[in-house]
């Protein structure tokens, strides 16, 4: 069975940091790349960053650039996002999916395995 379970999330101060974590089975998780996705209350799906097979290649939106790191580590089947500076605008749920190939876009149906997600809240 493939499963993608993401965890880490929780409730932060702005300018906190937060490190999310995907763990991933079911399937050879070097053969995929992966991306982050978050969905922020009552909005729709926004892209967040992604990262090559082998983690030589990352692309961050352009919100997140400066703030947030994706990486993986092949031997451990995870998927990583470090999160710093956040803002209450970060507040959402956040999915990490797997692609035969980098993907630049918030749309499941580009993505062969997608998890379930994890809660991030960013509050005072």
């Known amino acids: 069975e493939v499963q993608l379970v993401e965890s880490g999330g929780g409730s932060v101060q702005p300018g906190g940091s937060l490190r999310l974590s995907c763990a991933a089975s079911g399937f050879t998780f070097d053969d995929y790349a992966m991306t982050w996705i978050r969905q922020a209350p009552g909005k729709g799906l926004e892209w967040v960053s992604a990262i090559s097979w082998n983690g030589d290649m990352t692309y961050n939106a352009e919100s997140m650039k400066g703030r947030f790191t994706i990486s993986r580590d092949n031997a451990k089947n995870t998927l990583y996002l470090q999160m710093n500076s956040l803002k209450s605008e970060d507040t959402a749920v956040y999915f990490c999916?797997?692609?035969?190939?980098?993907?630049?876009?918030?749309?499941?149906?580009?993505?062969?395995?997608w998890g379930q997600g994890t809660q991030v809240t960013v509050s005072s």
């Open positions: 999916a797997a692609s035969g190939g980098v993907r630049a876009t918030p749309t499941k149906s580009a993505y062969s395995y």
